[in-house]
T-cell receptor, first 114, second 115 residues
Framework: DSGVTQTPKHLITATGQRVTLRCSPRSGDLSVYWYQQSLDQGLQFLIQ???????AKGNILERFSAQQFPDLHSELNLSSLELGDSALYFC?????????????FGPGTRLLVL | KNQVEQSPQSLIILEGKNCTLQCNYTVSPFSNLRWYKQDTGRGPVSLTI?????NTKSNGRYTATLDADTKQSSLHITASQLSDSASYICVVSAPYGGSQGNLIFGKGTKLSVKP
């Protein structure tokens, strides 16, 4: 158990809908990272927050947005969902925003868009 | 474009045997290189992190090597166990990732250890 929690574990929705994925980092960790993992793709970095501020951005679609709240939990919002958004979404946390940090991954949210 | 290529794509070995997984990258500049183990349907778990000045790092039966000149890394697994069956992902960190972000992931090598 990494100490990172993600909810929900599974999510099934229809195209055009909007969903929110939630992540609680390990106690004391200030950085939260979001990743997307599709069936035939490797992990794709989406976005990083550090202590409430956006720190780095990857190939995150404009239909997706995220935020980190004062209690350090984070939410990833996915809107106007398409079939291709079906994937595993992972959240990870680390105690700093530095390059040498170890990231601890949550169990993931499996999203299925029908 | 920064890229991380892993080989082989998949590998089957017998329990107790050793194996070596390869990672080639074109990321430059380069901050560090990590190896993760990902069990099916679960989040990745960090095995090793190496900076450009480190040649080797071990974590139990896992030993990672890095040649920053040739931009190659390998992960050697000794005396494999059934629980080593997983995907192994090579991740290179760039200080300025641009649109790819700071972390560039390989697609992983899927290892199956058979009894």
């Amino acid at each position: 158990d990494s100490g990172v929690t993600q909810t929900p574990k599974h999510l099934i929705t229809a195209t055009g809908q909007r969903v929110t994925l939630r992540c609680s980092p390990r106690s004391g960790d200030l950085s939260v990272y979001w990743y997307q993992q599709s069936l035939d793709q490797g992990l794709q970095f989406l976005i990083q927050y550090y202590n409430g501020e956006e720190r780095a951005k990857g190939n995150i679609l404009e239909r997706f947005s995220a935020q980190q709240f004062p209690d350090l939990h984070s939410e990833l919002n996915l809107s106007s969902l398409e079939l291709g958004d079906s994937a595993l979404y992972f959240c990870a946390s680390s105690d700093t925003d530095g390059q040498q940090e170890t990231q601890y991954f949550g169990p993931g949210t499996r999203l299925l868009v029908l | 474009k920064n890229q991380v290529e892993q080989s082989p794509q998949s590998l089957i070995i017998l329990e107790g045997k050793n194996c070596t997984l390869q990672c080639n990258y074109t990321v430059s500049p380069f901050s560090n290189l990590r190896w993760y183990k990902q069990d099916t349907g679960r989040g990745p778990v960090s095995l090793t992190i190496m900076t450009f000045s480190e040649n080797t790092k071990s974590n139990g039966r896992y030993t990672a090597t890095l040649d920053a000149d040739t931009k190659q890394s390998s992960l050697h697994i000794t005396a494999s166990q059934l629980s080593d069956s997983a995907s192994y992902i090579c991740v290179v960190s760039a200080p300025y990732g641009g649109s790819q972000g700071n972390l560039i992931f390989g697609k992983g090598t899927k290892l199956s250890v058979k009894p």
